[in-house]
């Protein structure tokens, strides 16, 4: 991306309206383009090359694949995209697996403790910069 001040997101959530809310809410912030808004992580491992996404907002309980599956497989073949797991389960073994190689330009979040969208757009930019 050209422009730094700019980054590009890409929403992967198995539920329809959680894909509408956070793709509304960043859609508001100038800072963020969202490039696509995806049902699970088979359609995010298959689109990620091509819409290429600066970060990729990512459920982790999603059919066909799962967030932390999927974040693998994207970031084997594109190492430069950031991901932000989203959960609404405190499961160690899950944030282990998913920092286990390459923690940086990663991160991850329990639904419940996100205090407003607000703090998931600070996310996204943190992990946008590393």
């Given at each position: 991306m050209?422009?730094?001040?700019?980054?590009?997101?890409?929403?992967?959530?198995?539920?329809?309206?959680?894909?509408?809310?956070?793709?509304?809410?960043?859609?508001?912030?100038?800072?963020?383009?969202?490039?696509?808004?995806?049902r699970d992580g088979?359609?995010a491992?298959?689109?990620?090359?091509?819409?290429n996404?600066?970060?990729?907002?990512?459920?982790?309980?999603?059919?066909?694949?799962?967030?932390?599956?999927?974040a693998?497989?994207?970031?084997?073949?594109?190492?430069?995209?950031?991901?932000?797991?989203?959960?609404?389960?405190d499961?160690p073994?899950?944030?282990q697996e998913?920092?286990?190689?390459?923690?940086?330009?990663?991160?991850?979040?329990?639904k419940?403790?996100?205090?407003?969208?607000?703090?998931?757009?600070?996310?996204?930019?943190?992990?946008?910069?590393?």
């Open positions: 050209a422009d730094k001040d700019k980054m590009s997101g890409l929403i992967v959530d198995d539920q329809e309206v959680v894909r509408e809310a956070f793709g509304a809410r960043i859609a508001q912030d100038p800072t963020i383009a969202l490039v696509g808004s995806l088979v359609e491992v298959e689109m990620a090359p091509r819409l996404p600066d970060v990729i907002l990512m459920d982790v309980k999603m059919p066909r694949l799962d967030g932390v599956a999927a693998k497989q994207i970031r084997a073949k594109n190492p430069q995209i950031g991901i932000i797991l989203l959960s609404a389960f499961d073994e899950q944030v998913f920092f286990r190689d390459e923690p940086e330009g990663k991160a991850y979040l329990l419940h403790t996100l205090g407003s969208v607000n703090d998931l757009v600070r996310t996204i930019r943190d992990v946008y910069v590393g």
